[in-house]
């Protein structure tokens, strides 16, 4: 039977390039966005596509309960800001945060309960550098943080019972996410990294995919780096 996969954010960059390569490989995929347009991938495909917002945390214990058991989670929906620390809403404080943190947490909670009756189950978060070396967008390095230690806590309660739960942390992605980045802010980036280029979404996709399917179960509560050898300073 084919094997079943949801991701969030699904529809677009880092998610679209893994929807493809689960299509590709024969997996049902469920996906979790706020639109879809210009999706590409229909029923025909075995992509299945709900509307809605993660921000909305409270409803996903329902959303999750009407999906039913799936075999994998990618919990990879997100945004970044580029808002001063100094001139942060409250309104944008708590979307981000809870798109970035609150959400992917209660997904792995909702999701893990059948996983855990299964006693199997891959689950891959999508965390950042930002998480690890710090970002201008101090609420987004917060919430990525937050997900790099969500993971690895995740793993000592989950593990045990057949799940296995990693993440990855992409430097910077040529998505739509840094595509509102102007060129000199970009080349900071790079030089502020030690990279001369940007990861392609395929790259990060990859590895979730490989994390998510082959990877051996022993590497578990990780998060791998993809970062061209990224170093902060
Ligand atoms: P993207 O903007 O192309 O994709 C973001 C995805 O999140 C979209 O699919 C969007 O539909 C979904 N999303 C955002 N808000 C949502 C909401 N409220 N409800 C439902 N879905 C929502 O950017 P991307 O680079 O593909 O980002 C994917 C993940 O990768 C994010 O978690 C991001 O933080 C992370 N990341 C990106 C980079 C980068 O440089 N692009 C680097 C490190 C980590």
């Not at 980036?189 to 082959?214: H, P, Q």
């Not at 990877?215 to 791998?224: D, K, L, R, S």
Request: glycine share 8%; proline share 4%.
């Amino acid at each position: 039977m084919r094997k079943t996969v949801l991701i969030t954010g699904g529809n677009k960059g880092i998610g679209l390039e893994t929807t493809r390569l689960f299509v590709q490989n024969n997996y049902k995929v469920i996906t979790i966005a706020r639109d879809y347009n210009n999706f590409e991938f229909n029923k025909n495909d075995n992509v299945e596509k709900i509307e809605y917002d993660v921000s909305n945390v409270n409803g996903i214990k329902d959303l999750v309960s009407k999906i039913g058991h799936v075999d994998i989670f990618v919990n990879n929906a997100g945004i970044m800001n580029s808002i001063p620390y100094d001139n942060y809403s409250e309104e944008n404080r708590d979307k981000i945060m809870k798109i970035n943190l609150y959400a992917p947490i209660e997904f792995i909670i909702q999701v893990s309960k059948s996983m855990i009756e299964a006693g199997t189950g891959r689950i891959v978060n999508t965390a950042s550098i930002a998480g690890q070396i710090g970002h201008p967008d101090i609420w987004y390095g917060a919430s990525k943080a937050g997900i790099i230690n969500a993971t690895k806590s995740f793993s000592t309660l989950l593990g045990p019972k057949g799940i296995v739960i990693n993440a990855v942390a992409p430097g910077p992605v040529e998505t739509n996410m840094m595509a509102v980045i102007p060129e000199q802010r970009k080349q900071s980036i790079k030089n502020s990294v030690f990279t001369d280029r940007f990861a392609k979404a395929e790259e990060v996709a990859k590895t979730i995919y490989w994390l998510a399917t082959e990877c051996p179960e022993y590497i578990n509560g990780t998060c791998i780096d993809i970062n061209n050898g990224a170093f902060p300073r």
